[in-house]
C-alpha cells in the first residue's frame, strides 16, 4: 500500500483569495484513480473532484483538480466563507487510502 | 433520491464486538450494481477506508482491518452491516457508510452517510 502526502498542513487564506492545496503519491496512481473530498465537523465528507480533474455533481466550478501519476493539486480559484475546511485527496484503486488532509482556514 | 443511514450503539466496551447498520433508501439495494462502503474518522485524525461489499456480498478488506472485519449485506432490507472485532480505544471514531459514484469498483464514494459516533469505553 502507498502513501498520499498532503502539504500544507494548513492553509491559511482570506475569502477571495486563490487556494493550492498538493497531494503527492508515493507510488504512480493508476488511470488517474485520485479524488478530492471536502469535510467539515459533524458532516459528512463531500466529493468534490474524480478521476483527478473531473468535478463531480453540483460542484462549483471555482473547485478544479490537475496532475497525474504521483502530483495532483486541487485549486479553488477564489475562496467562499463555506470553503474553509479540511480537503482529503484519496487513491481509489484496489486498496483506497486517504491523504492526511490539509485544512484550509481563515486568516 | 439515494439516503443512507447508519444505526447502532453509541458505546462499546473495549475487546468486545462492534456492530453497525447501514440502511438504504431512496434507490433500489438489489441488483443495482453498486460497492458498499464503510470508512471511519477517529476524533482529531483523518478518514480510514474499513472495507466494501457488492450487492452479491463479495467483500474488500482494508488489510491493517482485515483480520477483525466482517461486513454483510441483507437485500431483503436494503442494509449492509459491519462487524469490527476485539475492540480498543483506537477504534473510537464517526463510521459512515457510503455508496460508490459509478457502478465500477474504481471509483470515489459519492454518497454518504451523516456518520454515527461510537466511543470504546469501559
Known amino acids: 500500500e502507498g502513501v498520499l502526502t498532503q502539504s500544507p498542513d494548513t492553509l491559511p487564506l482570506s475569502p477571495g483569495e486563490r487556494a493550492t492545496l498538493s497531494c503527492r503519491a508515493s507510488q504512480s496512481i493508476t488511470n488517474r484513480n485520485l479524488a478530492w473530498y471536502q469535510k467539515k465537523p459533524g458532516q459528512a465528507p463531500r466529493l468534490l473532484i474524480y478521476?483527478?480533474?473531473s468535478r463531480a455533481t453540483g460542484i462549483p466550478d471555482r473547485f478544479s483538480g490537475s496532475g497525474s501519476d504521483t502530483d495532483f493539486t486541487l485549486t479553488i480559484s477564489r475562496l467562499e466563507p463555506e470553503d474553509f475546511a479540511v480537503y482529503y485527496c484519496q487513491q481509489y484503486g484496489t486498496s483506497p487510502f486517504f491523504g492526511g488532509g490539509t485544512k484550509v482556514e481563515i486568516k | 433520491q439515494l439516503q443512507l443511514q447508519e444505526s447502532g450503539p453509541g458505546l462499546v466496551k473495549p475487546s468486545e464486538t462492534l456492530s453497525l447498520t447501514c440502511t438504504v433508501s431512496g434507490d433500489s439495494f438489489s441488483g443495482s450494481n453498486y460497492y458498499w462502503a464503510w470508512v471511519r474518522q477517529p476524533p482529531g485524525k483523518g478518514l480510514e477506508w474499513i472495507g466494501d461489499i457488492f450487492y452479491t456480498g463479495s467483500t474488500y478488506y482494508s488489510p491493517s482491518l482485515k483480520s477483525r472485519v466482517t461486513i454483510s449485506v441483507d437485500t431483503s432490507k436494503d442494509q449492509f452491516s459491519l462487524r469490527l472485532s476485539s475492540v480498543t480505544a483506537a477504534d473510537t471514531a464517526v463510521y459512515y457508510c457510503?455508496?460508490?459514484?459509478?457502478?465500477?469498483?474504481?471509483?470515489?464514494?459519492?454518497?454518504w452517510g451523516p456518520g454515527t459516533l461510537v466511543t470504546v469505553s469501559s
Open positions: 478521476a483527478a480533474s
Open positions: 457510503a455508496r460508490k459514484m459509478s457502478t465500477s469498483y474504481f471509483s470515489p464514494w459519492g454518497h
